[in-house]
């Protein structure tokens, strides 16, 4: 097993309706980590994922370390999110789920790196997958706007409940698309045409893709513990 086999055990006890946990030391969320600061939702792209900033906790301390560092770790994860939840902070009345940890499956570890997590293994390394880019590109949003402002709570909630909300709508549906009106691939085009929809979602599966190719020794542990 791996030497953070206890983090893991302790998220999959605190967090009873995941079946998957991930931690990663990619590049772009683990710079968020190591600058100590949570990650803004700048735009609808993150929203549609997480709702509201990805939170960056504390460090442990000297004890902490001593004592057992990786039980501690997810210790930390786990706190955090039974407190907000406690406290009411950051979860919408509109949203399908009250728990806070799935409405945001991830987390960093100050000066260490990212966790996520998901209903299912797969959701748990396409939640790191999307991580990633969205780090990214808050880290390009302030490299070209130093004085960026998070997006309009309005839009925020309007793109994560659209999704994920108890009256969500979003994607293609037999009910609410008129197929014969979508473009889809022809063919006898040089260039084939696709429908809009989902198409970030097919991104992220791609770098999802990439992902297990590159971190080959990308590892989770499973259910029901």
């Known amino acids: ?8 055990l302790v998220l999959y006890k605190a967090f ?3 079946g998957g946990v991930v931690h990663t030391h990619s590049p772009w969320a683990t710079s968020w980590a190591q600058a100590g600061r949570s990650i803004p939702c700048y735009g609808t792209t993150h929203a549609d994922y997480f709702y509201g900033s990805v939170p960056c906790l504390r460090t442990l301390t000297k004890a902490e370390i001593d ?3 990786e039980y501690n770790t997810g210790r930390i994860i786990a706190e955090y999110f039974k407190d907000t939840e406690r406290s009411g902070s950051g979860v919408s009345e509109n949203l399908a789920q009250t728990e806070h940890y799935l409405a945001v499956p991830c987390a960093l570890c100050k000066n260490h790196g990212p966790f996520t997590w998901g209903k299912t293994p797969y959701e748990a390394v396409y939640h790191a997958v999307v991580l990633e880019e969205v780090a990214k590109m808050a880290a390009r949003t302030e490299a070209i706007n130093a004085k960026a402002a998070e997006a309009p709570q309005i839009l925020q909630d309007k793109h994560y409940l659209r999704k994920h909300g108890k009256n969500a709508y979003y994607g293609q549906t037999k009910k ?3 197929t014969a009106s979508v473009r889809t691939e022809d063919p006898n085009e040089k260039h084939p045409t696709r429908s809009s929809y989902g198409m970030h979602s097919n991104f992220f599966k791609l770098q999802l893709k990439l992902y297990f190719r590159v971190f080959g020794g990308l590892y989770f542990y ?3 513990l």
């Open 222 to 224: 499973l259910g029901n």
């Open 67 to 69: 004592e057992d560092y």
């Open 16 to 18: 009873q309706k995941i």
């Open 176 to 178: 609410t698309v008129d």
């Open 1 to 8: 097993p791996s030497s953070d086999m206890k983090t893991h």
